[in-house]
Nanobody
Framework: QAHVAESGGGLVQPGGSLKLSCSASGRAVSAYAMGWFRQAPGKEREAVAAISWSGGVTYYSDSVKGRFTISRDNAKNTGILQMDSLKPEDTAIYYC?????????????????????WGRGTQVTVSS
């Protein structure tokens, strides 16, 4: 099994920044691709950003491109979603997900159904 957990959510004013962290642990996740998803009230869960195991390949949704940055530190089993220039429409619960992959995989995944392990989510609220 594996354990995935997010941290770093909170309340921020429009134009502000937040940094979300994701930790993944357990024997089942020796190598994993990582994704960040969000779900706003009344809306479907959507992919926000994703990163390959090596960190060399990334994906961003059009709505966050140029404002969010995804990164990872495999030595610390940690992923980061740096969110800048936040807008009220970014308000949502943000989830981190991990998908077991082969160590040489360069794939990123945007389909939530492809992921094996999920965190419980962290609330991000952008409001003045």
């Amino acid at each position: 099994q594996a354990h995935v957990a997010e941290s770093g959510g909170g309340l921020v004013q429009p134009g502000g920044s937040l940094k979300l962290s994701c930790s993944a642990s357990g024997r089942a996740v020796s190598a994993y691709a990582m994704g960040w998803f969000r779900q706003a009230p009344g809306k479907e869960r959507e992919a926000v950003a994703a990163i390959s195991w090596s960190g060399g390949v990334t994906y961003y949704s059009d709505s966050v491109k140029g404002r969010f940055t995804i990164s990872r530190d495999n030595a610390k089993n940690t992923g980061i979603l740096q969110m800048d220039s936040l807008k009220p429409e970014d308000t949502a619960i943000y989830y981190c997900a991990a998908k077991s992959v082969y160590p040489n995989s360069i794939n990123v995944y945007t389909n939530s159904g492809m992921y094996d392990y999920w965190g419980r989510g962290t609330q991000v609220t952008v409001s003045s």
